[in-house]
């Protein structure tokens, strides 16, 4: 099973921008769909964004559309979350996923998971 590293959380300011790195252990990195989630307190886990296989397709929540991009590097056995234009509402444990569903999967659709990194936004 796949091994997943959250890095890159930390505090900003509302407007700011962060950018997330998840590394993953293993050779079939290449053939993951990989996802990013978040959880803030008291809610549940909601997807944030998806990414294929050789990144040529990827799907977001709407809360984060035109804010969010996912991206990856096979190469480097890691996919990325990069946050712009941040808002105290994207405060959240944030986690990627090996995810089994390429189109919104929910958090049952996935194989496994990060320890999760903290995003906080600060108005």
């Known amino acids: 099973q796949v091994q997943l590293v959250e890095s890159g959380g930390g505090l900003v300011q509302a407007g700011g921008s962060l950018r997330l790195s998840c590394a993953a252990s293993?050779?079939?990195?290449?053939?993951?769909?990989m996802g990013w989630f978040r959880q803030a307190p008291g809610k549940e886990r909601e997807f944030v964004a998806s990414?294929?296989?050789?990144?040529?397709?990827?799907y977001y929540a709407d809360s984060v559309k035109g804010r969010f991009t996912i991206s990856r590097d096979n190469a480097k056995n890691t996919v990325y979350l990069q946050m712009n234009s941040l808002k105290p509402e994207d405060t959240a444990v944030y986690y990627c996923?090996?995810?089994?569903?390429?189109?919104?999967?929910?958090?049952?659709?996935?194989?496994?998971w990060g320890q999760g990194t903290q995003v906080t936004v600060s108005s």
């Open positions: 996923a090996h995810v089994r569903r390429l189109q919104v999967p929910t958090p049952q659709d996935t194989n496994a």
């Open positions: 293993g050779r079939t990195f290449s053939s993951y769909l």
């Open positions: 990414i294929s296989i050789a990144g040529l397709s990827r």
